[in-house]
């Protein structure tokens, strides 16, 4: 059964620090991996998609790393804002299968003062 | 500006009281699909459609019905409601390229008492 697992649930940190968020998958043949940013009570937001042959894709102060190895992939989030604050979340799908996709639960971010 | 775009955002209904969730998306995409979003579980899909005619169920399906008439338009219809089905809704589109970024609407929170 293809899975996406998620840590941690919850992270709280301090404007101005990092952070990363771990992303591990089950999902096979493997297709694409993509990274969304959810306000409450909003719609998820793309970040970052990569494929197979990428490992590293950078938005702004997000960077995602993927390794398809070990089927893991990490956004690190660089220098963090108020505005950072949200859930995040991990989404994959596999080759053959475009229309459906595998999501994480997201990693629930608080950035506070 | 790429949009989609859910009518009504917000709706409380009674047990059986049919309802439609509407969907429009701008960017002339092939492919759309409906997610329900409930606390500790990840998006999971109702149905998608991959073109104008063209639907299938996702993994979440039963108490829901579809419609692709033209390709802007992809409604969620509830012909009988109840309250397992009090959950966020989201409608996304994208190009027929499955590498392609998702756009999700903005959600439609649906209560059913």
């Known amino acids: 059964k293809n899975q996406v697992e998620q840590s941690p649930q919850s992270l709280i940190i301090l404007e101005g620090k990092n952070c990363t968020l771990q992303?591990?998958?089950?999902?096979?043949?493997?297709?694409?991996l993509r990274w969304y940013k959810q306000d409450t009570g909003r719609g998820p937001v793309s970040l970052t998609i990569?494929?197979?042959?990428?490992n590293t894709k950078s938005n702004g102060r997000y960077t995602a790393t993927l390794d398809a190895d070990t089927k893991q992939s990490s956004l690190h989030i660089t220098a963090s804002q108020l505005s950072d604050s949200a859930s995040y979340i991990c989404?994959?799908?596999?080759?053959?299968?475009?229309?459906?996709?595998?999501f994480g639960t997201g990693t629930r971010l608080q950035v506070t003062l | 500006e790429a949009q989609v775009t859910q009518n009504p955002r917000y709706l409380i209904t009674v047990t059986g009281k049919k309802l439609t969730v509407t969907c429009s998306q701008n960017m002339n995409h092939e492919y759309m699909s409906w997610y329900r979003q409930d606390p500790g579980l990840g998006l999971r899909q109702i149905y998608y459609s991959m073109n104008v005619e063209v639907t299938d169920k996702g993994d979440v399906p039963e108490g829901y019905k579809v419609s692709r008439k033209e390709k802007r338009n992809f409604p969620l219809i509830l012909e009988s409601p109840s309250p397992n089905q009090t959950s966020l809704y989201f409608c996304?589109?994208?190009?027929?390229?499955?590498?392609?970024?998702?756009?999700f609407g903005e959600g439609s929170w649906l209560t059913v008492v």
């Open positions: 990569m494929t197979f042959s990428e």
């Open positions: 989404v994959v799908s596999a080759i053959g299968t475009a229309s459906k996709l595998t």
């Open positions: 996304a589109s994208r190009t027929s390229l499955g590498g392609n970024t998702i756009y």
């Open positions: 992303c591990n998958y089950t999902v096979s043949p493997f297709s694409n």
